[in-house]
């Protein structure tokens, strides 16, 4: 078990191998379908600045917020999976979610030194482990706007890195 | 003896609170079997969180899962049991109140239909703007008035595959395309394992409420051999939960077959539900 700590190093993700069990704790960003379009299209034309928060060695977990907890989505549903080779250009160290990535997508966190996690969708459990949650960018985007929020031992296992995936 | 119309909405409220947060006694047996049985540490790591989870939100009343689901209905009537416009509406009522209670994810869209289409209508702040799908209704033995509350997930919504299957006059064809059809499914599911909810009729519509009515009468411990097969054969697919391999990607298959045609073709629908699902809870309003 390996426990990281946002913002993740260079170090602690180049030693990360396919199926290690880690946990994550401290802020960690969260969107989804909606909202990483949008994002992407900011750091594009270079106004990340205005995000709210520093997003070089974040995680980005593929969840909305909402009252009803936070859980993962599937990352490989368009709008998410597109974006996580921009994401990790931009400085993404850990994307968190479900579901198996395709190859473009596994070679491109390997060029950027990131990887992907995937973390169980035990909401109940997740909901104890969350202490503060806030509203970054895109408020009128409701459950699916880009969210900060504080985790403490977030489980999860690796499941593509240098490119490799547990899926295979 | 009927009930009034405000027993009507605190009962489906609570039900509703239950339906999203709870699993059956029978699961939960499924699940620890299958804990026994599972030989690979990520596999059995994974059901150990998903039974710990299901105990956590039990526990607190609180969602199995942050998607929390869109209320399908299933309404059993006995032989004497009248449901009215009110009865409806109580019903109606009790889901509102239910969503709010258990919170449901705000999830619903708002505006005309090319809004509601391309979500430029926004989101509903209130967890009660999740409308629930049209209510399907069926005839009982018993003289009440049974009501089946089924919370539906994306997920699967977007791995189930309802299409025509040339059977050749051979059962085993159709089984061999439901596995085909399911092992897809769970593959790309990522919330393993599943439950598969099957249902067999004449038309997209009736296999549809054959695989709804799958998950209202499925029991994990009373399985018939068509189910057992399936179960099987996916499981040997090697997909496991979340897709991280091992001997458990389906717990239980619930089938249902309805009439069918004279016809070489059988329209079958396969929901390959994720683990939290069948979120189902049952109450009688009469």
Known sequence: MKDLTTPISEEDIASLQVGDTVTISGYILCGRDAVLPKVIKMIEEGRAGELGADIKGQVIFHTAVSPAGVGPTSSNKLEIESSIAPLSAAGIKLHLGKGALHEETIAALD?????????????????????????????????????LIKVDKYPAIIGAAHGRSIYE | MSKSYDEIVSLVCDTLVDAGSTFREDKKEAYKKAIEKETNDKARWVLEQILENAEAAEENKSPLCDDSGIPHLLLEVGEDTPVTGKTLDAIREGIVRGLRKLPGRPMGIMGGDSERIDQSGGLDPDSAGV????????????????????????????????????????????????????????????????????????????????????????????QSEMEEEITRRVNEADIGPLGLHGNTSVIATFLKVGPQRASGVRIVCVRPTCCFEPRIATVELS
Not at chain 1, 115 to 141: D, H, M, R, S
Not at chain 2, 150 to 179: C, S, W
């Open chain 1, 111 to 147: 060029t950027y030194n990131s990887v992907y996690a995937v973390i169980p969708p035990v909401t109940a459990l997740l909901g104890k482990k969350t202490t503060e949650q806030k509203v970054l960018a895109f408020p009128e985007l409701g459950m699916e706007a880009l969210h």
């Open chain 2, 131 to 222: 409308a629930p799908a049209p209510i399907l209704l069926r005839r009982c033995e018993e003289n009440v008035l049974r009501l089946h509350i089924l919370m539906f997930g994306g997920g699967p919504a977007i791995r189930a595959k309802t299409y025509r299957v040339f059977h050749k006059h051979n059962t085993q064809v159709v089984l061999d395309e439901i596995v085909s059809w399911a092992t897809q499914g769970v593959k790309e599911l990522g919330c393993s394992p599943c439950t598969l909810a099957v249902g067999i009729g004449r038309s997209h519509f009736e296999a549809t409420a054959m695989m709804l009515q799958a998950q209202a009468d499925g029991r994990y411990d009373v």
